[in-house]
């Protein structure tokens, strides 16, 4: 939770702060409320959220005074109600020989980051795993996949940039069929110069995969980045309706004040949130907790 709480520090600080300078310096009036509203808008928790914590402060309590502490309490109340219903880790289904992950995001947001630190978990709980360099299109991307996976002890399939990532994501179910891993982590490219030409791109593999396992892929999981702020919700809404996005993980909760992203998210679209990086390193990717992230924010 400590690892969390600094991770969000920059989220958390902006939000309590803005409430202690609210709450504790000045007598209440209607413009307090009009001004907390203001800033859970400018903290990116979205209008929902914002209008429930107003209304559960409500102007009754306001005038009998309220306290920033009891402030913060109803922030973190309403937000891990947004978030308790989305809460949920990433389930390796055993009957699933392997369980194929498909990752999708745009580039830079931490898709291989993220892999490869799934890669670690999965690995560390005795799994085996397969990772497959399906960003076919960027040679740094194939490196760095191949420098996680040797990290990590697993393999890689890989083919040469340029190469078509439909039949890289084939060869590599195909192998890791074969040896019977229990997990692929499968890459994908992430170009959003070109929305529709990365759509087809994704139902492709998508159709691929389906021709040696009908139910794969398993899970598709769209690596979000939390300091994109609002254009992280444009994203959820493209790679939803074209890749059929089971699942999100949000990274760099660490280092940005936005991380209320994740609330206005999860209350828009209601899609399972499995993870949270909060960091650059191998064990920087937490379980997401709806108590524990609501509490880290609020203070
Ligand atoms: P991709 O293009 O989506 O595959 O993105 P990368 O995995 O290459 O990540 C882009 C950059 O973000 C790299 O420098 C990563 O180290 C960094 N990164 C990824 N996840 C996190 C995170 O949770 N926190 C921080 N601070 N950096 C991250």
Not at 278 to 291: I, K, N, P, T, Y
Request: neutral net charge; hydrophobic residues 45%.
């Amino acid at each position: 939770f400590q690892r969390l709480k600094s991770g969000l520090g920059k989220t958390s600080s902006k939000l309590t702060s803005g409430i202690t300078d609210l709450f504790s310096k000045r007598k209440l009036d209607a413009n307090t409320l009009d001004d907390l509203e203001d800033l859970l808008i400018q903290s990116d928790l979205g209008l929902e959220t914002t209008s429930r914590i107003t209304d559960a402060i409500g102007k009754g309590r306001f005038e009998k005074g309220i306290s920033a502490d009891e402030v913060r309490s109803v922030l973190a109340t309403e937000v891990e109600r947004v978030l308790t219903p989305v809460a949920k880790p990433l389930v390796i289904e055993p009957s699933h020989k392997p369980h194929v992950i498909m990752m999708v995001g745009v580039n830079g947001t931490g898709k291989t980051t993220t892999i490869g630190k799934l890669a670690n978990k999965f690995k560390s709980e005795g799994k085996s795993v397969v990772l497959a360099a399906g960003d076919t299109f960027r040679a740094a991307a194939i490196d760095q996949l191949k420098v996680w996976g040797e990290r990590a002890g697993v393999p890689v399939v890989a083919r040469e940039v340029g190469g078509d990532s439909s039949g890289l994501a084939f060869d590599a179910l195909k192998q890791a069929q074969a040896t019977g891993a229990d997990v692929l982590l499968l890459d994908t490219a992430g170009r959003l110069q070109n929305k529709q030409v990365l759509m087809e791109e994704l139902e492709k593999v998508t159709r691929v995969l389906k021709k040696l396992d009908p139910s794969a892929p398993h899970d598709v999981v769209l690596v979000l980045d939390a300091t994109t702020g609002q254009n992280a919700l444009n994203q959820v809404e493209v790679f939803r309706d074209r890749a059929g996005v089971t699942g999100l993980i949000m990274t760099k909760l660490d280092g940005t004040a936005r991380g209320g992203i994740l609330v206005a998210i999860a209350a828009k679209f209601g899609l399972p949130v499995h993870a949270i990086g909060v960091g650059e390193g191998a064990d920087d990717l937490q379980a997401f907790s709806a108590a524990d992230f609501a509490r880290a924010i609020a203070g």
